[in-house]
């Protein structure tokens, strides 16, 4: 483990130029426009692959192609892990509140700046660096690795759930390793026992044929921005509780050991307001923060559309209204039935004096795994060894989808190992990566392997 | 007036042409873009006012000129009427809902399509025209007329407001004639009596100090975009009526007199709704329609903005929501007081969870003037005659704000003698005008002088 340790520290420089070469594709999956991005995004990670000896193929789909490097010499003696990745990246919009071009890495500090490169291109590129090292420190992996890198998480995966049923004998593994998403601290590795689901609605909202003068018409009719206000605004409390009947059905209580666990997570109430940037924190009543953002179901809206936005007024009456949501769900929340109960609810609030049209966006169910299990126990003991520090259990806020679908085709659990930092502005302006995290995660995912592979011998 | 109407009949198809010529001027005040395109509009209505012979000055301003043009051989013994009008336009957005180009007049059957033609180009047009006539039929005007066309009416009148205490000799009357509203229909020309004023405001919500990711952070913040729609929907409660305190302390219940005038406007439920094309109608309850929308205040939203507006969707909590919002107002409320009482109520109701920022746009006064005076009785018959129809009483739902500051600065009632019809479209896609309002319009304006005179001189 030495040797491999000194070759990653011996071309640590080398990998952070990587790292900057894999950031400048501006491989934005939400845009058609960046579909030739997202190719050429594909084509470099594949030829990195192969450039450290992995058996690699660019798999082309309906939409981004799907990149599989698998480690050579493949023997069925050992076991089998997958590692998970994504290139594709958030749209980088507004422009105006970067501090640098989000294609354009900047190194400040010990912090790398573009798009994507916490979210997710530096994680997975760690792992990979770490693979590097075993194989050109000339010592064998007590296991077979699979590298399963895609182009669609931003915008629901669809090419990759078309994919993962079709080729199970391709994926096959003893369970899954996703670096993407975070740690408290960098003295604080974490493993990740659970995620929130997701789901996504659009409501849009059909008043008059044609936008109409406010002052002729004013009062005679219903305004669609208006009733969409009324109706959003209704969906929660002041209290911070969603008022839908049933949307809490399904939601599994917090144990005393888990928010034990929970509270483990280092938090300062002053200093995650000042950098949220919020005049005062909110949430919903009886929760701590960090219980509210990771194991309690939300309802955010993400957009909203109506009418004149340009400079000075337009004195009308809009058309129409809309609005783009997500729901956060814990659980066992479904992401098909609190659509279904949410659409029920709103088609019972909407006023006849309007037409509401509710369209559904992507999903992913939420997800919890036992943090007893051996190859749990194995993950903390790498994270300890490459982060140099006590590992914590944690529970997630974001969405990760594809662990549902990993569990239900290749019948493997997921190991949530993520080396990002609560100040990492993923989908934000100023995304950033830490150097030092990206050493610490090159470090753990070399100690992982053996780890993992002796947990799966023994069970 | 034989001759007179003679002239008018006879050049009915150069004064259409003129009337294309004069739309195909893209006079957006809203649009800075558009600037030079106002001072060639400007410059093109005065030449028009020059070749018929009025003693013509373009005002430059700070922003778009102010044309003014005076009837030659001022005669201080006879009666002086102002007629107003503007030459700028609504924006036309959204372009792809305009079956025909707006900026490229198109005449089909008896209507024109143009931005702006109906408001509010043609209409003034028709009273140079019935001026024209007069002066070129070699007969003797019985009063001094002053045309008075500005470019701002659309985005406030700023310099207009700034113009007219500085010029109260030059633009002294003893009324004032405006046709920059509509009638029922074309057999029903209509003296207008009362006007809604208007307030502007624009709310703006907020909360982190960058978009931030739904997953990561979701649940422990407020979100301004909702924020903003529990705001915005507890103005108005269900039965139409706005729920801020203060709202209708000033407003001026209508008589049964009023009421009993006000049904005499034609109204069909089924049609209205179709020509607004909503699928059930809505307004405060205890009114007819008419009434809601010219005798009854309301609080319209104008606009929506907030976070991701793009294809797909994108996972944020929102850093802001904003909203544009128009007050229409009737006497006696004070748009200054309206909007004092809307902003203290915003900001009790704004938890303390986002910042709110609320600012000011245009306002203007509600308006009435008594239909038993000796000039509205001439513009009674004047309409009678030039339409062919009898005249009725009506009251308007938009805003002329304009008419308070002629009242105060120059103490002159104004008359509103509208032409649009109903389904003119203005501020909205497919403006259009009808040639027959035009050529009534021309009639009624070259019969209105004597009529008015005649009044003047009995008073």
Redo the contacts between chains.
């Keep these: 483990m030495e040797a491999i340790l000194a070759y990653l520290a011996r071309n640590e420089s080398r990998f952070v130029d990587d790292l900057c070469t894999y950031a400048r594709f501006p491989s934005v999956s939400?845009?058609?426009k960046h579909s030739a991005d997202l190719q050429k995004c594909a084509d470099w990670i594949a030829d990195r692959c192969r450039s450290i000896g992995l058996e690699t193929v660019v798999h082309p789909t309906a939409s981004n192609p799907i990149v599989v490097a698998r480690t050579p010499n493949y023997d069925r003696r050992k076991p089998t892990f997958l590692v998970y990745g994504h290139y594709d990246v958030?749209?980088p919009?507004?422009f105006e509140?970067w501090t640098s071009p989000p294609f354009e890495p900047v190194i400040k500090g010990r912090n790398v700046f573009a798009r994507g490169i916490s979210d997710n291109k530096g994680q997975h590129l760690a792992h990979l660096n770490a693979v590097e090292a075993w194989l050109k420190s000339g010592r064998e992996l007590p296991c077979n690795l699979t590298f399963l890198i895609e182009g669609e998480e931003e915008?629901g995966s669809t090419a990759l759930y078309e994919f993962l049923p079709h080729n199970k004998a391709l994926l096959a593994c003893d369970a899954v390793v996703i670096s993407d998403n975070?740690i408290p601290t960098l003295k604080h590795p974490a493993l990740t026992y659970a995620l929130?689901g997701?789901t996504?609605m659009?409501v849009h909202i059909d008043?008059?044929?044609?936008?109409?003068?406010?002052?002729?018409?004013?009062?005679?009719?219903?305004?669609p921005?208006?009733a969409?206000?009324?109706?959003?605004?209704?969906l929660?409390d002041?209290r911070?509780r969603i008022t839908i009947p049933g949307f809490y059905d399904d939601v599994v209580r917090l144990t005393a050991y888990e928010r034990r666990q929970m509270s483990k997570v280092p938090y300062n109430a002053t200093a995650?307001r000042r950098f949220?940037?919020?005049?005062?924190?909110?949430?919903?009543a009886g929760f701590t923060?960090?219980e509210?953002?990771t194991a309690?179901?939300?309802l955010?809206?993400?957009?909203?559309?109506?009418?004149?936005?340009?400079?000075?007024?337009?004195?009308?009456?809009?058309s129409w209204?809309s609005?783009?949501l997500?729901l956060?769900l814990v659980p066992n929340q479904s992401p098909e039935k609190i659509r279904s109960i949410v659409t029920r609810h709103l088609r019972k609030l909407c006023?006849?004096?309007?037409?509401l049209t509710v369209t559904s966006?992507?999903g992913g169910a939420p997800y919890l795994v036992s943090p007893t299990s051996a190859i749990a126990k194995g993950a903390l003991r790498a994270l300890e060894a490459g982060f140099g520090h006590d590992a914590i259990l944690t529970r997630?806020?974001?969405?990760i989808p594809i662990v549902s679908a990993f569990k239900q085709h290749l019948k493997a659990d997921t190991l949530l190992l993520g080396m990002a930092l609560?100040d990492d502005?993923?989908?934000?302006?100023?995304e950033k990566f830490s150097l030092d995290a990206y050493a610490a995660g090159m470090r753990m995912s070399a100690q992982l392997w053996p780890e993992l592979a002796c947990a799966a011998a023994a069970s």
């Design positions: 939400a845009q058609p958030q749209p919009e507004p509140l915008v975070g929130r997701i996504a659009e008043g008059p044929s044609r936008d109409l003068h406010s002052g002729i018409y004013g009062g005679s009719l219903q305004n921005a208006m969409l206000c009324q109706l959003l605004g209704k929660r002041a911070g995650y949220l940037g919020v005049p005062q924190l909110f949430g919903e923060s960090d509210q953002r309690r179901p939300t955010e809206i993400n957009g909203l559309t109506s009418g004149y936005q340009g400079a000075g007024s337009k004195t009308i009456i809009p209204a609005a783009k997500t956060r006023p006849p004096t309007v037409k966006g992507h997630e806020g974001g969405s609560p502005n993923p989908h934000s302006p100023n």
